[in-house]
């Protein structure tokens, strides 16, 4: 009789053990989404908070571009135009892909600045243009960095979740694939 207590004590604390580990991967896996999602955020808010400023540095030098509407006049209007579409798509929680599409905008908008600041030198350009323009170039690089690394952690999230045996989870988790930021724009991405 000790001998089949014994075997049933062995059972038992076999299957607790399964169990435990089996709880304990959940909460590792469930944890370990929560943290690549987390990256996810992060990294977005990077490129939201880079536009913000880019779009900013954009409408301090609004005063300085008033030279440039005999040469662009849409240019004003643009900045305008996209710094309102930024606002409101920030504050109503707007998808990656929306401000994606607004933010090739605002790097549009500003290549066409570039272009008009180098084809006319001629234009009284004060030393305020030349830093304005210099801080743009260094956002647009900081924000080239920005995209490739939330492009980078929503790599590492969405194969999280669409890896067996964690894609059996995560939709009942509520985790859902992210976009790619910038997925649909054209060219090498660098965007000025």
Known sequence: MANLSNKKLIIIAAVIAVVVIML???VFAYSGIVDNEQKVNSAGSQIKNRYTTK????SELEPELR???QYESSLLTNITSLRSQWTNAI??????DELANISAGVDDT??????VYENYPDLDYSAHVSQYMGEIVD??????YSRSQYNDAVQEY????KSFPMMMFAGAWGFEEREYWGEQLTGDGSNL
């Not at 779009?55 to 954009?58: G, P, Q, W």
């Not at 504050?91 to 990656?96: F, L, Q, R």
């Open 139 to 144: 956002l647009n690089e900081q924000l080239s």
């Open 55 to 58: 779009l900013s540095v954009l």
């Open 91 to 96: 504050s109503s929680g707007a998808s990656t």
């Open 67 to 69: 030279g440039f509407a």
């Open 158 to 161: 969405n194969s999280g979740i």
């Open 110 to 115: 500003f290549a066409t600045l570039y272009a």
């Open 24 to 26: 304990l991967w959940v």
